[in-house]
C-alpha cells in the first residue's frame, strides 16, 4: 500500500502517539479506566487531531513560514517562530468547540471528562501532530490524513487498554500493583506489541 492509505497506517501503528512516542500519557492513563471513558476520549482526539491538524498546515504555510507574505512584497518575512502559539491556539479553539458540543449533546460523558478535557488544549500528543506535519513538510491532503491516523491511532491503544483494565478489575491483583502499578506494565506491554508493526515495514 502507497500513499494516503499508507500515511495513514503509519501514523495509527506505527507511529502510535501514545505507545510509540509515548505522547498524551496523562490522558491515555487517567481516562483508560473505563471503556465508555476511553472510548469517549478516543473520538475526542480524532476529532481534535483531524481538525487541527490540517488547519495549522493552512495557517504555516499562508501566514508562517519562510515566504509566505511574498504576496505583500515581503518574501524575506519569517514568523516561524510563532509557530507554538499558533498552533496552541488554533488547538484551543478546536477544544473549546468540542467542549461546548460535548456539553450540550454528550453531558454525561462530559461530566466524566471532567478537568481533562481542557486540558486537551496543551495535550502534547495534538500538539506533537502539527509539530511532525511541519517537520515532515506534508501537504494539505497528508496533514489531514496524519491526523485523522494519528487520532485513529491513539483512539485505538485507550479503547484496548480500557478494555483490559475492565477486566482485570475483577482480578486478584497484588497490593503493590493495583492502580498505576499494573497499568504502567499494561502499557509497556501493549508498546511492544505495537513495535512489531515497525519491525513489519523495516522489512
Not at 42 to 47: H, L, Q, S
Not at 115 to 136: D, H, K, N
Not at 143 to 160: D, E
Amino acid at each position: 500500500m502507497t500513499g494516503l492509505g499508507a500515511l495513514f497506517l503509519q501514523a495509527a501503528l506505527v507511529e502510535n502517539m501514545p505507545l510509540t512516542f509515548f505522547l498524551g500519557l496523562c490522558t491515555f492513563l487517567a481516562l483508560s479506566r473505563r471503556p465508555g471513558t476511553a472510548a469517549g476520549l478516543g473520538a475526542a482526539m480524532i476529532f481534535v487531531l483531524g481538525v487541527t491538524v490540517p488547519l495549522n498546515h493552512l495557517v504555516y504555510r499562508a501566514l508562517l513560514a519562510p515566504g509566505a507574505w511574498g504576496w505583500a512584497g515581503m518574501p524575506e518575512l519569517d514568523l516561524s517562530y510563532l509557530s507554538l502559539i499558533a498552533f496552541i491556539g488554533v488547538i484551543a479553539a478546536t477544544v473549546q468547540l468540542l467542549e461546548m458540543l460535548m456539553d450540550r449533546f454528550m453531558p454525561g460523558l462530559h461530566a466524566a471528562f471532567g478537568v481533562f478535557l481542557p486540558l486537551l488544549t496543551v495535550q502534547c500528543a495534538i500538539l506533537g501532530g502539527s509539530l511532525f506535519m511541519v517537520e515532515r513538510r506534508y501537504g494539505l491532503a497528508e496533514s489531514a490524513v496524519y491526523g485523522l491516523g494519528a487520532g485513529a491511532g491513539f483512539a485505538l491503544a485507550v479503547v484496548m487498554l480500557g478494555a483490559i483494565r475492565a477486566r482485570l478489575a475483577y482480578a486478584d491483583l497484588p497490593a503493590g500493583l493495583r492502580g498505576l502499578g499494573v497499568t504502567f506494565m499494561l502499557a509497556g506491554m501493549m508498546s511492544l506489541g505495537f513495535s512489531a508493526f515497525a519491525q513489519m515495514v523495516a522489512q
